[in-house]
Nanobody, 121 residues
Framework: QFQLVESGGGLVQPGRSLRLSCSAP????????IGWFRQAPGKERQGVSC????????NYADSVKGRFTISRDNAKNTVYLQMNSLKPEDTGVYYC??????????????WGKGTLVTVSS
């Protein structure tokens, strides 16, 4: 087992950007698909984006298409979520998760503890 670690959250004004990072100290992520999820206050956790083997193997929730970009740098053992044109409804705790077999459709085996993103003026 291993623990995923998210970073990069914070308070940002609407329209601005943030970049989240997901890493796994001591473990390699290149055999896992990595998904980003978020949970807004009082709501269920929802999938935001996922990346399989490379930057051409990605998917996004309709609510973030065109604004968010997921990418991975296997040399740095890190997956990123670039979030642009942020909206108040993007507020929530963002989690990354590792899906086996580089397959985003499979249930995640490992999760991070989350990083809080607050979009507010």
């Amino acid at each position: 087992q291993f623990q995923l670690v998210e970073s990069g959250g914070g308070l940002v004004q609407p329209g601005r950007s943030l970049r989240l990072s997901c890493s796994a100290p001591g473990f390699t992520l290149d055999s896992y698909a990595i998904g980003w999820f978020r949970q807004a206050p009082g709501k269920e956790r929802q999938g935001v984006s996922c990346i399989g083997s490379d930057d051409d193997d990605t998917n996004y929730a309709d609510s973030v298409k065109g604004r968010f970009t997921i990418s991975r740098d296997n040399a740095k053992n890190t997956v990123y979520l670039q979030m642009n044109s942020l909206k108040p409804e993007d507020t929530g705790v963002y989690y990354c998760a590792a899906h086996p077999l580089l397959d985003c459709t499979l249930s995640a085996d490992y999760w991070g503890k989350g990083t809080l993103v607050t979009v507010s003026s």
